[in-house]
């Protein structure tokens, strides 16, 4: 089946290091979106990428879409400590009508 | 309402029995999702249902997995005879449309069965 796996699994930083994951796809995919969940709580949006090659900003934060639309990234600048939690990707893929997520990578922050 | 909303927020029950889990998804939202998140794991596809079309079912993990979702609003998450590998953190999301628009998650209904 479908799967969208991302790497790392988890990530240990010093504030103010940058910090990039990864995420891979089997399939082509029709869309990416970006979630954050912090610990305790439940994934919140951050963003969506629809176009081959797309490269959005949000602050310190830069996604982008693969050309192939099978891989994406998430990179963050200058990490804070607000920035802990866990980053799923989530891509709507041929053949499935459900969004499907990402194994997700932790982001520790260390002040 | 303002959010998706899931009862209840704990769920302790006994192996061997059923539990009903409830999502109220946000009003309008055609597009609602189930996920399952075990403890520091990421999300496990159970269901999704769109508008008036057949549910995708294709992540239920065994048949003592159900869900419904009536007038297209409030949808209920069954398990029967439960087991200890079900504990877990259930989350509903909304969409206004489908995969393509932006989902909004519940706070989920945490389930341990002892």
């Known amino acids: 089946g479908q799967q969208v796996m991302q790497i790392p699994q988890y990530q240990h930083v010093q504030e103010g290091e940058d910090f990039t994951t990864y995420c891979n796809s089997s399939?082509?995919?029709?869309?990416i979106q970006w979630y954050k969940q912090r610990p305790g709580g439940h994934p919140v949006f951050l963003i969506q990428?629809?176009?081959?090659?797309e490269v959005k900003k949000q602050k310190r934060l830069t996604f982008q879409f693969g050309e192939a639309k099978k891989n994406s990234s998430l990179h963050i600048t200058a990490t804070q400590t607000t920035d802990v939690g866990t980053y799923f990707c989530?891509?709507?893929?041929?053949?499935?009508?459900?969004?499907?997520f990402g194994s997700g990578t932790r982001l520790q922050v260390q002040p | 309402g303002a959010g998706v909303s899931q009862s209840p927020s704990n769920k302790v029950t006994e192996k061997g029995k059923d539990v009903e889990l409830r999502c109220d998804p946000i009003?309008?939202?055609?597009?609602l999702y189930w996920y399952r998140q075990s403890l520091g794991q990421g999300l496990e596809f159970l269901i999704y249902?769109?508008?008036?079309?057949?549910?995708?079912k294709s992540g239920l993990p065994s048949d003592r997995f159900s869900a419904e979702r009536t007038g297209g609003s409030v949808s209920t998450l069954t398990i029967q005879r439960t087991q200890q590998e079900d504990s877990a953190v259930y989350l509903c999301?909304?969409?206004?449309?489908?995969?393509?628009?932006?989902?909004?998650f519940g706070q989920g209904t945490r389930l341990t069965v002892v």
């Open positions: 999301a909304s969409s206004l449309v489908n995969r393509n628009t932006e989902a909004f």
């Open positions: 399939t082509t995919l029709s869309n």
């Open positions: 990428l629809v176009k081959s090659g």
């Open positions: 989530a891509g709507g893929a041929t053949g499935r009508r459900a969004l499907t």
């Open positions: 009003s309008g939202h055609t597009a």
């Open positions: 249902f769109q508008g008036n079309s057949a549910p995708d």
